[in-house]
């Protein structure tokens, strides 16, 4: 009882969850609020597509961004949470294994890149994943292996191209991929590693210098689907539908995502 209210709290926190403000008609909407749990590099696309959505509907929706791992630990601690889109399947499918989920509502809607950034005004000559190793470069930041699901990907390339070893004591762990984004434009490490969507939102702020092969990791989809102890079914199936809808897949685009059949 005591780890479930824990995990509440964590959510009103981390979430943010909206004050109650009246609508045109003077109710307070926050009654019917649906809570999204997602991955903060959905941060921006996920807000653009929020709006519409509640402009179509009339329901409110309430966003709570974080890590992957974070959010999937908060709806196995008993988080109200309704919708849970990750940025990569092992969390949700530890999810669907706890039937914390409703398998049948699972759908990959997005897919990413993995890129390697640097600050603005770098002076390293980097254009490649093994240059990391030289000398010069001295602080890589990446997300948490154990919770963020780009710093999984990224342990699977240093690990296949050998990197691992040598890079270790380089690096610097952030709690989620938009953590390591700001460490790279605040010039706090040389380099970073982040999704093609997050280095777009700093716009010049970072140079990308080099992609990474999709054979170097597994494949960078996300899921999404309903939370099994969900209270807002409706309103969570009308989200869905409309994050795969041609609306929802224009507006991912729009942020970089890549649309699952795409090549």
Do not use: W
Not at 61 to 86: C, K, M
């Amino acid at each position: 009882m005591k780890q479930r209210l824990i995990s509440i709290l964590l959510l009103l926190v981390l979430g943010g969850c909206q004050a109650d403000s009246p609508t045109s008609n003077g109710t307070l909407r926050d009654r019917e609020t649906l809570t999204v749990s997602a991955a903060v590099s959905l941060k921006d696309a996920f807000n653009e597509i929020g709006d519409l959505c509640e402009a179509k509907t009339g329901k409110a929706i309430s966003f709570n961004f974080g890590a992957s791992g974070a959010l999937q630990r908060q709806i196995e601690t008993g988080a109200p949470v309704d919708v849970f889109a990750s940025a990569g399947k092992k969390q949700m499918d530890e999810l669907a294994a706890k039937d914390l989920i409703d398998a049948a509502t699972r759908r990959d809607f997005a897919r990413n890149t993995l890129v390697l950034i640097v600050p603005r005004d770098s002076k390293l000559n980097l254009t490649a994943f093994p240059d990391l190793t030289e000398s010069d470069v001295r602080k890589i930041a990446v997300g948490n292996p154990k919770t963020v699901p780009a710093g999984q990907y990224t342990e699977q390339i240093f690990e296949k191209t050998n990197l691992q070893d040598r890079l270790q004591s380089k690096l610097i762990t952030a709690e989620d991929v938009r953590q390591v984004l700001d460490y790279v434009v605040r010039g706090e490490v040389d380099a970073g590693i982040v999704y093609m969507t997050d280095a777009r939102t700093a716009g010049e702020k970072v140079r990308v210098v080099a992609a990474a092969s999709e054979d170097a990791h597994e494949p960078i989809l996300y899921p999404v689907a309903l939370v099994k102890d969900g209270k807002r079914k409706q309103s969570a199936r009308e989200f869905l539908d409309f994050v795969l809808s041609a609306e929802g897949q224009s507006i991912l685009r729009k942020y970089g995502f890549i649309g699952v059949s795409e090549k």
